[in-house]
């Protein structure tokens, strides 16, 4: 297959940054669009391009950066803006579990950062997601010690109140529905944490607090506000739904009525 | 030097040398833990682990990461599950039977008293995971619910769905978010180890690069833990993430840190088959999916060649057409042999011209009849996401037709030799989780890796390293501005100018492929004299031709993707070369490790306990210099040494 690609190059964070395009042949329909731009990166590195050869004059800034790890879809690094959709075309996938077989032959794509005020771009795809770790250490965590713990079986849980906490510690912690929101929201993000544990017996005693500071702190990082358009449940890579939102905002007015 | 190797296993009977120890250990105060700085490199569930576990106890830890987060470290793809001798089953499982099947598994070379203590904490971790909020799987009754892996008899494994690994990482992450925001750790993402500093022999800080701004930092500490992971990316293709490296490793290496049981590799059996040159990364299926899954290839060579042209489909071969290989060969075990007999067995079968795709390296692992028996409902609840990752991937579905698999690199059993307390041969410096080579002897076990990785972090390393620095509180921070710090930063700053000043015209990957194909061919599944020797000096030829064409564009001081995977380039040379060293050493078959001159008239694995029952540790001697071996003896006091048998 074939593809033009217009990626958004910027070479740091205060840069300004712009689109270049880019042709590349000989791809396979099973390749992953990461490992796409794996082939496109070694054919810019032998053009020769790189960010010094681009003020002389050369035609590419080299190769691409982007985020990427496990390629296996669990560990949430990439964060790919493709053709206007988080992840791209695929439904609930990261864009290391999107193939090639799903665009058209010959087809132009375009490839942007997630765009958010509270994720600014390191370089090129690359965006500092740190804000992600504040809010979970605001509160997203049960007050355990090591070695504190009495029995596994000591306290039951049922099988679908497990069940559903786990629907919602599947999140990787990519930031689509962050990038996805008009608003910028991360209530998606941060309701999948809150929910989890608040759905279980060991989440229960710090499960006010825990929403309650999660959800300044998001406010305090200039994430924007939820209006329940529910584009993030679209295109979470996990497919969390906004289900977990509503039981935030239960447990955060539960908060707010106990102060 | 061997006076180094001194292991420190306490004396006394097997189940009382952990709790002998840990009487033994002197502790150091509240507040002079306060006084005392620990880096930790690596956040995985070792190291974040370790990190969170130690920040509790009030000392000051700086933890490090090459990913943006955390949470991103590689113990997040781990799937099937995590071992403890819980015994909820009631089928008879007890600490004694984890250990045994731990040391029975890993073919007799790992340590008797390290995998005792291994079993004997495993209960705690479960117990502390679920503390942490962890929705492990559920009986209707509302107890832990438990399935079966690989080389074992008993059902210990706990799980999460097919996302075990993600969920206990999360849970040791959010630890150490409670202990950053508590301020005792302070941590250090998109930063990268190039250096270990020794002062006077002990480990006292590491060279970081900040990956954002190329910058070289200083750090100093009383104490170093590596909890890096380990060193499969060597072949390139492998089931590690695609940053998942061995440099910290070989950093220690270099600076004497003893490196045990290098050619120790394991290859996992079921993984999804190469596809193309294109690809850069091999997708691992479950080890749960063997509980109900079979595997066979067919017994006729006609219908091979039939399956290669898509003339028919596997669901159409009749069952008395099947060789379900495992099950014939393995009666006792079947489907779920361990790790390396599945991977070898399945070669086997392709190498005899029997692998059921184009390339001919694959061969079914077929759920119809679990479907058949336990339902749709009951096989989607067990597997669903696997199935459908599956899919995604190959377009194929698992509920038609059967999935293809391929054994691939997965996981090292082998890395930097530690004693009992886990500290390495540099005083100060200690290695933990998938970066030290304790527990697994030649072959892990499935869900073990994630039970070592916690049972470190959370239990072990807290314990035994205030032995150490119960020494050092009244001994002053270490300044980063002395000698020892000024001559490791410029070492590295040499480095990274070499690689950026060849501007050749070959790229990194390029390079990386070539030493993953002389890996996989020649220090691969099978082994053998000749080609070990042909590895080593094909490795030092391709080692010239980086130093000459390579070409790593950009600079230092910018985000430089290249850079880094040249710096691990570099490393995983190193390694490979290290790795065919200690196969060639070794002539006998064990655990993973298999020497086509070592195996029975059946084609099975032949030890050599008489020659090589020891844990080879290989000490750095300097650039092109051969490193010398050092050996530890290993001593079986309370397990009878027997040849793995898995057919009765």
Redesign the interface.
């Known amino acids: 297959m074939e593809f033009n690609l217009k990626i958004w190059r910027q070479?740091?964070a205060k840069a300004k940054g712009h689109f270049e395009t880019y042709h590349i042949e000989g791809?396979?329909e099973?390749?992953s669009f990461?490992?796409?731009l794996?082939?496109l990166?070694?054919q810019l590195?032998?053009e020769?391009?790189?960010?010094?050869a681009v003020e002389r004059g050369c035609k590419s800034s080299?190769?691409v950066?982007f985020?990427?790890?496990?390629?296996?879809?669990?560990?949430?690094?990439c964060s790919l803006y493709i053709d206007g959709r988080a992840h791209g075309p695929?439904d609930h996938?990261t864009t290391c579990?999107l193939?090639m077989?799903h665009f058209k032959d010959g087809a132009t794509i375009t490839v942007e950062p997630f765009r958010s005020a509270a994720f600014p771009v390191?370089?090129d795809l690359?965006v500092?997601?740190?804000a992600?770790?504040k809010i979970?250490?605001?509160g997203?965590?049960?007050?355990?010690?090591?070695?504190?713990?009495?029995?596994?079986?000591n306290?039951?849980?049922?099988?679908d109140?497990?069940?559903e906490?786990?629907d919602a510690?599947?999140c990787?912690?990519c930031g689509a529905c962050v990038a996805t929101c008009k608003n910028g929201s991360a209530m998606l993000f941060v309701a999948a944490r809150v929910s989890?544990?608040a759905?279980?017996p060991?989440?229960r005693p710090e499960a006010h607090r825990r929403a309650k500071a999660m959800v300044a702190k998001m406010d305090e990082l200039g994430f924007g506000n939820c209006t329940n358009t529910r584009a993030c449940e679209l295109e979470c890579p996990k497919g969390i739904t906004v289900d977990h939102i509503a039981r935030l905002n239960r447990e955060f007015l539960k908060a707010k009525f106990s102060d | 030097m061997a006076d180094k190797l001194i292991s420190k296993i306490p004396d006394g009977p097997l189940e009382k040398k952990w709790t002998k120890r840990k009487s033994e250990i002197h502790l150091v105060s509240p507040n002079n833990k306060r006084k005392l700085d620990i880096i930790v490199v690596g956040t995985g569930l070792g190291g974040a682990s370790a990190a969170a576990s130690l920040g509790e106890l009030g000392y000051n830890v700086k933890v490090f990461c090459i990913s943006d987060s955390p949470r991103r470290a590689h113990s997040i793809a781990a799937q099937g599950g995590i071992n403890a001798a819980k015994n909820y089953q009631n089928d008879n499982d007890s600490i004694y039977r984890l250990f045994y099947d731990t040391i029975k598994g890993g073919d007799y070379r790992a340590r008797e008293a390290n995998v005792y203590r291994l079993a004997e904490v495993s209960a705690a971790i479960i117990d502390q995971c679920v503390a942490q909020g962890i929705p492990f799987a559920r009986e209707y009754g509302g107890y832990l619910a438990n399935r079966s892996f690989g080389g074992v008899q008993v059902s210990r494994t706990f799980y999460a769905r097919g996302q075990t690994g993600q969920q206990l990482l999360l849970g040791a992450y959010a630890s150490l978010n409670k202990e950053i925001a508590a301020g005792s750790v302070k941590s250090y993402p998109r930063h990268e180890m190039l250096d270990l500093v020794i002062v006077n022999g002990e480990a006292k800080g590491i060279i970081a690069r900040n990956l954002v701004t190329g910058q070289l930092e200083r750090f100093s500490a009383h104490a170093v833990i590596i909890a890096t992971g380990g060193y499969g990316n060597t072949y390139f293709l492998s089931t590690n993430a695609m940053n998942s490296n061995g440099s910290a490793a070989v950093q220690c290496y270099k600076k004497g840190a003893y490196f045990a049981n290098p050619c120790f590799a394991q290859i996992h059996p079921t993984c999804i088959p190469v596809h193309g040159d294109q690809q850069c990364k091999l997708t691992l299926m479950s080890e749960s999916l063997r509980n109900d899954g079979r595997i066979w290839v067919p017994k006729k060579l006609e219908d091979v060649e039939k399956l290669r042209k898509h003339e028919i489909k596997a669901s159409q071969i009749p069952e008395e057409d099947r060789d379900y290989y495992l099950e014939r060969r393995y009666p006792a075990f079947g489907n779920l042999v361990p790790r390396d007999v599945a991977s070898r067995a399945a070669k086997e079968r392709c190498d005899a011209g029997f692998g059921v795709n184009e390339t001919g390296k694959a061969v079914f692992l077929d759920f119809s009849e679990a479907i058949q028996r336990l339902g749709h409902k009951k096989v989607a609840e067990r597997y669903g996401n696997l199935f459908e990752m599956y899919e995604k991937i190959t377009a194929s579905s698992p509920w038609e037709e059967p999935m293809m698999i391929y054994p691939a690199i997965h996981y090292t059993m082998g890395g930097i030799w530690v004693d009992y307390d886990l500290q390495t041969t540099i005083p100060g410096l200690y290695a933990i989780g998938e970066a030290n080579f304790s527990d697994h002897g030649g072959n892990r076990l499935g869900a073990s890796a994630l039970m070592q990785g916690l049972a470190d972090g959370y239990f072990v390393i807290p314990v035994t390293i205030g032995d150490y620095l119960s020494k050092k509180f009244a001994e002053p921070r270490t300044s980063t501005d002395i000698a020892e710090f000024n001559e490791a930063e410029k070492a590295v700053q040499a480095r990274i100018d070499r690689l950026l000043g060849i501007k050749g015209t070959k790229t990194v990957d390029s390079i990386h492929k070539k030493l993953g194909n002389i890996m996989w061919d020649k220090v691969g599944m099978a082994r053998d004299e000749k080609g070990l020797k042909e590895a080593i000096a094909e490795i030092k030829e391709l080692k010239k031709d980086f130093y000459e064409n390579v070409n790593v564009p950009g600079s230092q001081y910018e985000f430089n993707q290249e850079l880094e995977k040249a710096l691990r380039l570099e490393d995983f040379f190193e390694i490979g070369e290290l790795m065919a060293r200690d196969a060639l050493n070794r002539s006998e078959s064990c655990g993973g490790h298999f020497r086509v001159e070592s195996q029975t008239e059946e084609g099975e694995a032949k030890r050599d306990d008489a020659n090589f029952m020891y844990v080879a540790a290989w000490e750095y001697k300097g650039e092109d210099k051969e490193p010398e071996l050092h050996k530890e003896p290993l001593k079986y006091e309370f397990i009878e040494v027997k040849t793995r048998n898995y057919k009765e």
């Open positions: 070479k740091n791809i396979e099973d390749a990461l490992e796409m794996d082939i990166n070694e590195i032998r020769g391009c790189d960010p010094v080299g190769p950066s985020d990427h790890d496990c390629r296996e879809g669990i560990c949430g690094a695929d996938v579990q193939f077989r390191i370089k690359v500092d997601r740190s992600f770790d979970l250490q605001a997203g965590f049960i007050s355990v010690r090591t070695g504190a713990a009495q029995d596994a079986n306290i039951l849980i049922s099988h109140q497990a069940e906490s786990m510690a599947a990787v912690g989890s544990l759905l279980l060991q989440g």
